[in-house]
């Protein structure tokens, strides 16, 4: 059996009983044993897989199948499924079982998805690398001694490797677009509020965000169309009606298209990222379509702006970890207070301990309105300017990253430096814009970068369909 790239191919497969689900599970349940050496992989989830197999076995035959069926899907080490394991990544999680799944789980279980295991992150979804994850660093799928970004990096790795043919990724400051660009594969974050977060384990709860990565866009428009929607269970959830995302009908009409200047004279930016970009967008030109550069003068202010407020809201979060409710304990303490000091201190990383810090020093007294305060103005500011340049034109253009992946184990002096990686992908999160990243021609390195396009909230219809014209001629 050959790993399957599109849903649709294995779909036409299934229905006209070339192949059968439990079929296609332990195929993908075997390459995963064989194949997880970027360890994507934390876990397969193989009796209960299998069992969904048979069920959707029996419905295919009656007839009585879902949108999904077949699909074989991993997800992120932040999403609850019932029942499960589940960690974020980390010791101060190991070893807890999900009491329930999110709805977007319950989503794709309705629709026939097969949820094949969970993937590796950055711990509680806090990384620009996949280094920061108990179970070790995802490997680049292209080249191993690289980094699979972060802090989706399983789920770019596993899609890339054809280990699944879709991944569920979570994304707070890009951690499903800067992933799929370091690993040559498709990554959507919806419009905050269009996708439940009811089941993903919170980092920053008015960033944060969970979508699909792919091969495709139409596997991605079609897994968008299943989990989007209003859930009682999620206060913020819209409750827009959800359009047919699969039905991707190329347009007739021209699009305007603006591009960030600031993005492309930007000091970090790799020059053939910058060419290959430029040259795609004379094609578009080419095309009919407009493209105009814009000046976006808050560019510097962004990975600021973004760490304060997300930071801020990962201290409020993460304080539910105590060792004392669930979760990893500390087995020696004397007392109350040095149960929750010490189960703290030994169960986070150094990265999630760097960012509690930080945010409950700009919640605090004397500094919550020099800090938290003024990032929430620069926030409605930087808000305020999309929403105008979305008045204008249709799509923000800009480069996914500044670069290509890095070398696994690069030491930053500063490891706040690590922060810039988000340079080009926070900005959409700090809006609440949905954005994707679409797989460019490899770097004369060998690695894969990405192209990003923004649109104005809820326009995912015409983001995709867009995306799907460009990515065809990529």
């Not at 959800?242 to 699009?255: H, T």
């Not at 700009?362 to 620069?378: R, W």
Request: charged letters at 20%; aromatic letters at 8%; glycine letters at 6%.
């Amino acid at each position: 059996m050959n790993t399957f790239r599109s849903f649709q191919e294995l779909k036409s497969k299934l229905l006209s009983s070339e192949l059968t689900c439990v079929e296609v599970v332990k195929f993908y349940l075997l390459k995963i044993k064989n194949h997880n050496h970027n360890n994507s992989f934390i876990e397969t989830f193989d009796e209960s897989a299998l069992d969904q197999a048979r069920m959707i076995d029996v419905q295919i035959s009656n007839k009585n199948h879902g949108r999904l069926s077949g699909m074989i899907i991993a997800i992120k080490d932040n999403i609850c499924y019932e029942n499960h394991n589940l960690s974020a990544s980390s010791d101060i999680l190991k070893d807890f079982k999900s009491l329930y799944s999110a709805t977007v789980v319950e989503k794709l279980i309705n629709e026939g998805a097969i949820i094949i295991g969970r993937l590796n992150c950055d711990e509680f979804a806090m990384g620009s690398s996949n280094e920061n994850s108990i179970y070790g660093p995802v490997k680049n799928p292209i080249n191993n001694t690289c980094v699979a970004g972060g802090s989706s990096g399983g789920s770019a790795t596993a899609v890339a490797e054809g280990l699944c043919i879709a991944a569920l990724g979570s994304d707070t400051g890009g951690s499903i677009r800067q992933p799929a660009a370091f690993c040559g594969v498709v990554g959507l974050k919806p419009t905050y509020s269009r996708v439940s977060r009811y089941g993903l384990i919170a980092y920053a709860s008015s960033f944060d965000q969970i979508g699909p990565i792919t091969n495709n866009i139409d596997d991605a428009a079609l897994i968008l169309e299943v989990i989007a929607g209003l859930d009682e269970n999620d206060g913020t959830s819209s409750s827009r009606s959800v359009p047919v995302y699969s039905d991707l009908k190329p347009e007739k009409e021209k699009k305007s298209i603006a591009y960030i200047s600031e993005c492309f004279n930007h000091e970090g930016l790799d020059h053939e990222i910058k060419n290959s970009i430029f040259t795609k967008i004379k094609s578009l030109k080419k095309q009919g379509h407009l493209v105009s550069p814009i000046s976006f003068p808050y560019l510097d202010y962004l990975v600021a702006t973004y760490h304060v407020l997300s930071t801020a809201e990962a201290s409020s979060n993460l304080s539910r970890y105590d060792g004392i409710n669930f979760g990893f304990r500390i087995s020696n303490s004397v007392d109350l207070n040095q149960t929750y000091i010490s189960s703290r201190t030994k169960g986070f990383g150094n990265e999630v301990k760097r960012r509690i810090m930080l945010g409950t020093f700009v919640l605090s007294a004397g500094y919550h309105d020099e800090y938290f305060s003024k990032a929430q103005k620069i926030r409605r500011i930087i808000k305020n300017k999309i929403d105008a340049i979305f008045k204008t034109y249709d799509f923000i253009l800009t480069p996914t990253t500044p670069h290509v992946a890095f070398k696994i184990g690069m030491e930053h002096k500063d490891p706040t430096q690590m922060y810039l990686e988000d340079i080009f992908t926070v900005l959409a999160n700090l809006s609440g814009n949905p954005a994707i990243s679409l797989p460019m021609k490899n770097h004369s390195s060998g690695l894969p970068y990405g192209l990003q396009l923004m649109s104005e909230n809820f326009t995912e219809e015409s983001l995709l369909t867009f995306s799907k014209e460009i990515h065809k001629n990529i």
